[in-house]
C-alpha cells in the first residue's frame, strides 16, 4: 500500500458521517435511500459522501441503476487498522515487561540498599 | 495497566498512557540504557538478540526483535530528541529481510511525575509507509485474524 493510497484511506476516515455509513454498512448492503435516512442530509449529500468511500475503496456499489447497493469492502480499512493494532499490542506487551522490570530494580535497589547508585 | 488509549481521526495516532510504580528517572534510564531496553523492549515471547542505543539527538537506534519461531525482525531509528529525565522523541523503521524500509513511525514518549510513580504518555504515528508493510504485519501477527467485529469496534472508538 502506498502513502498516497493510505493519506486517501485516511481523509476518507476522518469524517464523522463518513465513519458512520462504514458502521452502517458492516451489518449488511444497504441502498443509498437507507443509508441516508439516520443523517439530516440530501441524498446528493450522501452520494458525496459515497463516493469519497468509494475512491478510499473502502466501499463497493451495485450496477443497477435505480437501487445500487452499498458495500464495505474491509481491506484498506484492515490495513489502517492495521498498525495501530499492532502497535498497541507490541507496546501493551513490551510495558508489562517493563513493570515488573521496574519492580525487580526497585526490589534489587532497596536490598543490595545502593540507593540512587542504581539510577542515572 | 493501560489506562488510556485513543486515535485521533486525522492523524492516526496511537496514544497510550500507563502508570509505573517507580520513579521517573529509573523509569527514563529503562527506556535510554540499552542493557534496560533489551530486556522489555519486544512482544511476547521474543528476545533482543541486538539492541544499541545511541541515546542522543541524530543517534541511532538498532535493535533486532527474534520471533518465537527463530525469525529475526529488525528496527533501525534516529534519536530526534532526548530530554532526561522527561521526554524522548525518535523515528523508527522497520525492516524487511532485505533490509528495506516497510514504513517510518514517529514516536514521543513523555514522563511526568505523579505522586511518586510515573505517568508515562506514548504517542506514535506512521509518517512514511510502503507497500510491504501490510506483509510485514500480518506475518507477525500470524494467526491473529481480524473479523468484521473487530473493524465495527475499531470504528466506534474513532
Given at each position: ?98 513493570d515488573d522490570y521496574l519492580r525487580e530494580a ?15 | ?158
Open positions: 500500500m502506498t502513502s498516497d493510497h493510505l493519506s486517501t484511506t485516511f481523509a476518507a476516515l476522518a469524517d464523522p458521517t463518513r465513519r458512520a455509513i462504514l458502521a452502517r454498512l458492516i451489518s449488511g448492503e444497504t441502498s443509498v435511500t437507507e443509508l441516508a435516512e439516520p443523517f439530516e442530509m440530501s441524498l446528493p449529500a450522501i452520494s458525496k459522501h459515497l463516493k469519497v468511500l468509494e475512491r478510499a475503496g473502502l466501499i463497493a456499489r451495485g450496477r443497477e441503476a435505480q437501487w445500487r447497493p452499498c458495500r464495505i469492502t474491509a481491506g484498506p480499512l484492515r490495513d489502517v487498522a492495521d498498525w495501530v493494532a499492532h502497535y498497541r499490542r507490541f507496546w501493551t506487551e513490551s510495558f508489562d515487561r517493563l526497585q526490589k534489587k535497589e532497596k536490598k543490595h540498599g545502593h540507593g540512587k547508585n542504581h539510577v542515572k | 495497566m493501560v489506562t488510556g488509549k485513543t486515535m485521533s481521526n486525522e492523524e492516526q495516532e496511537l496514544v497510550l498512557t500507563r502508570v509505573f510504580d517507580a520513579p521517573r528517572e529509573l523509569v527514563f534510564k529503562a527506556w535510554t540504557d540499552p542493557k534496560c531496553v533489551a530486556q522489555w523492549w519486544r512482544p511476547r515471547g521474543f528476545t533482543n538478540p541486538v539492541c544499541e542505543l545511541d541515546e542522543q539527538p541524530g543517534g541511532a537506534i538498532r535493535i533486532h526483535m527474534r520471533g518465537p519461531d527463530g525469525t529475526v525482525y529488525p528496527m533501525t531509528g534516529v534519536y530526534q530528541e532526548v530530554v532526561e529525565p522527561e521526554r524522548i522523541v525518535f523515528t523508527s523503521t522497520p525492516l524487511d529481510a532485505e533490509g528495506s524500509a516497510l514504513f517510518e513511525l514517529l514516536t514521543t514518549v513523555t514522563f511526568a511525575v505523579q505522586g511518586g510513580k510515573t505517568k508515562q504518555i506514548l504517542r506514535a504515528r506512521v509518517i512514511k509507509r510502503t507497500a510491504q508493510a501490510a506483509q510485514y504485519l500480518k506475518g507477525m501477527e500470524a494467526g491473529w485474524t481480524q473479523s468484521l467485529e473487530h473493524l465495527a469496534e475499531s470504528l466506534a472508538k474513532m
